[in-house]
């Protein structure tokens, strides 16, 4: 018997999609705060991109064992413009993507992160270490852009790219909105249903 990958799923119908004509530097992670998801590779890029753009903001939501450590790497290297805001309920999640213009994220290893779906819906640009499943979900320069794991040199040339390349990045965002309705109950649910069929 051959396997099928049946994907997530990401609720389309609280879509707080907002259209974007420019892209701010304002960027947001929406992870756990554990080793896995190597938030400290986030924090050392945007340091990097806020010596050239000092205004750049992040925000970084969720709630783990190393947000004192993080907190502590963010006063020690007096990065700017950087919140903790813990844990936050999922319905109120759309309007903190609403407030920011672009995803990063670095795990070290993933599967099929849902925050990453939310993010195409929402309409904000994905940037993202290649590892796992994410290749399978974000296609390089067509509806996001990846980077080599842990490498935060990179991943802040990808987000100092896409504040000076509006177009190609709308486009991406575009494609990413569309792609995204593969990952809606009604399609996932009808994969799902055709296997017991």
């Given at each position: ?13 609280n879509?707080v999609?907002?259209e ?14 554990r080793?896995l ?6 924090l ?13 903001t992040l ?10 450590e993080?907190?502590?790497f ?9 919140k ?11 309007e ?6 672009i ?15 939310e ?10 270490s290649?590892?796992g ?6 296609e ?5 852009l ?34 995204v ?17």
């Amino acid at each position: 018997m051959s396997a099928v990958v049946i994907p997530n799923i990401v609720d389309l119908k609280n879509d707080v999609y907002k259209e974007r004509f420019e892209l701010q530097p304002h960027f947001i992670s929406v992870r756990h705060l554990r080793d896995l998801y190597n938030i400290p590779c986030i924090l050392r890029a945007f340091e990097r991109v806020q010596k050239i753009i000092p205004e750049s903001t992040l925000t970084v939501l969720g709630e783990g064992d190393k947000r004192n450590e993080l907190e502590s790497f963010v006063k020690e290297r007096n990065i700017h413009n950087v919140k903790f805001l813990g844990q936050v309920p999922n319905e109120i999640i759309g309007e903190y993507l609403k407030k920011n213009d672009i995803m990063l994220s670095s795990p070290l290893e993933d599967n099929m992160p849902v925050s990453l779906l939310e993010a195409f819906s929402a309409g904000l640009l994905v940037v993202s270490s290649n590892v796992g499943g994410v290749p399978y979900m974000v296609e390089n320069g067509k509806t996001g852009l990846l980077f080599e794991s842990d490498n935060d040199e990179e991943m802040s040339e990808k987000m100092l790219w896409a504040l000076s390349h509006h177009e190609e990045c709308l486009k991406m965002i575009r494609n990413a909105k569309k792609d995204v309705k593969k990952y809606s109950l009604e399609v996932v649910g009808k994969q799902i249903k055709a296997l017991y069929e």
